[in-house]
């Protein structure tokens, strides 16, 4: 990431009204039950914060990290207004380094740093579970992404065949415009 990241993602945060009544993401709300709702949860790129709420309101102590100081302070806000507590940090997660062995729960939603990737491996204690979706190559046909920023046919599982994966599918939909890869992973 860089300075021009950060007032990209600064500009969008201030020009929306705030995404606090989305809730988690689908596919973390599906694999809840999954989650111990104890220990340590890491957010990767957590914008404005709505998985990181989720995972604290299951019990989790939670860290999100964003290069976005307006979605991180949407995020805390967020907290606050729903009695809840997460640990936040600013952080260009190109330059990021994720404490090993360290987390119970680590998400990652629609960011994609392949840097990270032994990182998040390396993080997680025996038992954690990650839970990652982001777009794949197929979302080039409905956006103007550069081929970096997307996964490549099987790449998310492949990057984390060393966990347990327990659901994994990849999704192509053409009415949506939108095409992704979902994970979910534990550490053995």
């Known amino acids: ?3 021009k990241d ?4 600064n500009a969008k945060y201030e020009s ?6 989305r809730g ?4 973390l709300a599906e694999h809840a ?5 104890k220990g340590k949860a890491l957010d990767i790129a957590m914008g404005e914060g709505r998985n990181a709420l989720f995972a604290a309101s299951l019990g989790y102590d939670v860290l999100g990290v964003d290069i976005s100081e307006v979605g991180v302070s949407r995020a805390e806000t967020l907290a606050r207004q729903n009695n809840l507590t997460i640990h936040t940090r600013i952080a260009d997660l190109d330059h990021y380094n994720i404490e090993e062995n360290s987390y119970d729960l680590i998400l990652c939603f629609y960011f994609l740093n392949r840097r990270l990737f032994e990182g998040i491996r390396k993080g997680l ?7 990652f979706k ?11 992404f550069k081929r970096e920023w997307v996964l490549e ?3 998310l599982r492949e990057a984390f065949s060393e966990l347990k994966i327990l659901d994994y599918n990849e999704v192509d939909e053409p009415e949506n415009e939108i095409a992704f890869a979902s994970l979910v992973a534990r550490k053995e």
């Open 1 to 3: 990431m860089s300075l």
């Open 6 to 9: 950060k007032d990209k993602w």
């Open 16 to 21: 929306t009204a705030g995404l606090d009544e």
């Open 24 to 27: 988690p993401s689908q596919w």
């Open 33 to 37: 039950d999954l989650l111990a709702g």
């Open 125 to 131: 204690k025996p038992g954690g579970i990650l839970i």
């Open 134 to 144: 982001t777009f794949t190559v197929d979302y080039l046909k409905y956006s103007g």
């Open 153 to 155: 046919k099987n790449e």
